[in-house]
């Protein structure tokens, strides 16, 4: 339904599209209608690459993210590229895995497609945190055990666990913590968390690959954890989970 009344996507402009965790029926409708519309499609390095049977036969795939060990492009060359497109005349899909919002640049690409006019919208998408609380059959927040929600990356821009984090706030035993980007910092996160008072019993989890058919669930204490994460250093993309509200799941 291209270009309904309610959700308008002209030419030159820009769709910043959310493609959820990777299952394809995880989609919103609105993603779905934006891809069918699309003339350009830039897209990151998803979990699954099922998204494809919705665009237009017509369209220009542009693969943006990290392949087969290449590094990606640059942010800026990115976001260059959007930019012509766009103002190429191109209806735009950028299509981002998880939400475009969380952990995604799209700041920088507002920003950029802003500053030389040009219209840009946001299709929200499942983030890889409940996408892989759904894949535990957990409830991230559980009342009287977890009230609150943290989202947090666990690597800097040189890949290293940040200096800045607030880890009073992450060793909080209410909340529930879900680790962007964490797989080789969690070992040193857990032991700065133990530090602070974490009862190194706390429930955990890694959602590795979650929506390919790699898919792999590892549970255990944040200390089991980080001693796998430690030792094994998975390949796939990794959400790592933690918090009384994993408890019995
Ligand atoms: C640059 S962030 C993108 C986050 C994304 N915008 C979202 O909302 O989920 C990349 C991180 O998201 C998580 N991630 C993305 N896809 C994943 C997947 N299929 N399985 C597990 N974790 C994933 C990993 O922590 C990965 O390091």
Same mark, same amino acid.
């Given at each position: 339904?291209?270009?309904?009344?309610?959700?308008?996507?002209?030419?030159?402009?820009?769709?910043?599209?959310?493609?959820?965790?990777?299952?394809?029926?995880?989609?919103?409708?609105?993603?779905?209608?934006?891809?069918?519309?699309?003339?350009?499609?830039?897209?990151?390095?998803?979990?699954?690459?099922?998204?494809?049977?919705?665009?237009?036969?017509?369209?220009?795939?542009?693969?943006?993210?990290?392949?087969?060990?290449?590094?990606?492009?640059?942010?800026?060359?990115?976001?260059?590229?959007?930019?012509?497109?766009?103002?190429?005349?191109?209806?735009?899909?950028?299509?981002?895995?998880?939400?475009?919002?969380?952990?995604?640049?799209? @700041?920088?690409?507002?920003? +950029? #497609?802003? !500053?030389?006019?040009? &219209?840009?919208? /946001?299709?929200? $998408?499942?983030? %890889?945190?409940?996408?892989?609380?759904?894949?535990?059959?957990?409830?991230?927040?559980?009342?009287?055990?977890?009230?609150?929600?943290?989202?947090?990356?666990?690597?800097?821009?040189?890949?290293?666990?940040?200096? @800045?984090?607030?880890?009073? +706030? #992450?060793? !909080?035993?209410?909340? &529930?913590?879900? /680790?962007?980007? $964490?797989?080789? %910092?969690?070992?040193?996160?857990?032991?700065?968390?133990?530090?602070?008072?974490?009862?190194?019993?706390?429930?955990?989890?890694?959602?590795?690959?979650?929506?390919?058919?790699?898919?792999?669930?590892?549970?255990?204490?944040?200390?089991?954890? +980080?001693?796998?994460?430690?030792?094994?250093?998975?390949?796939?993309?990794?959400?790592?989970?933690?918090?009384?509200?994993?408890?019995?799941?």
């Amino acid at each position: 339904m291209p270009g309904s009344p309610t959700s308008p996507f002209p030419p030159g402009s820009v769709a910043l599209v959310g493609a959820g965790p990777g299952d394809a029926d995880l989609l919103t409708l609105r993603a779905i209608q934006r891809l069918q519309a699309a003339e350009v499609v830039l897209y990151d390095d998803l979990a699954g690459e099922d998204f494809m049977s919705f665009v237009n036969s017509e369209a220009e795939l542009v693969a943006v993210g990290k392949r087969a060990g290449h590094p990606s492009p640059k942010q800026d060359e990115v976001s260059r590229l959007i930019v012509a497109y766009a103002r190429a005349g191109k209806r735009v899909v950028r299509l981002k895995a998880g939400d475009p919002t969380i952990f995604a640049r799209s @700041d920088e690409e507002l920003r +950029a #497609l802003r !500053d030389v006019g040009i &219209t840009v919208e /946001i299709v929200p $998408g499942i983030t %890889t945190a409940t996408g892989a609380a759904a894949a535990l059959g957990a409830s991230l927040t559980k009342r009287g055990v977890a009230r609150r929600v943290q989202l947090v990356t666990g690597h800097d821009v040189d890949g290293r666990l940040p200096g @800045d984090l607030d880890i009073a +706030a #992450l060793a !909080d035993p209410a909340a &529930t913590t879900c /680790i962007y980007m $964490g797989k080789a %910092t969690f070992p040193a996160l857990v032991e700065r968390l133990l530090a602070e008072g974490l009862d190194p019993s706390t429930p955990a989890a890694v959602v590795e690959s979650l929506g390919s058919p790699e898919m792999r669930v590892v549970r255990g204490s944040v200390v089991e954890i +980080a001693r796998q994460l430690a030792a094994e250093r998975p390949h796939g993309a990794c959400m790592i989970i933690y918090g009384f509200a994993l408890a019995q799941v």
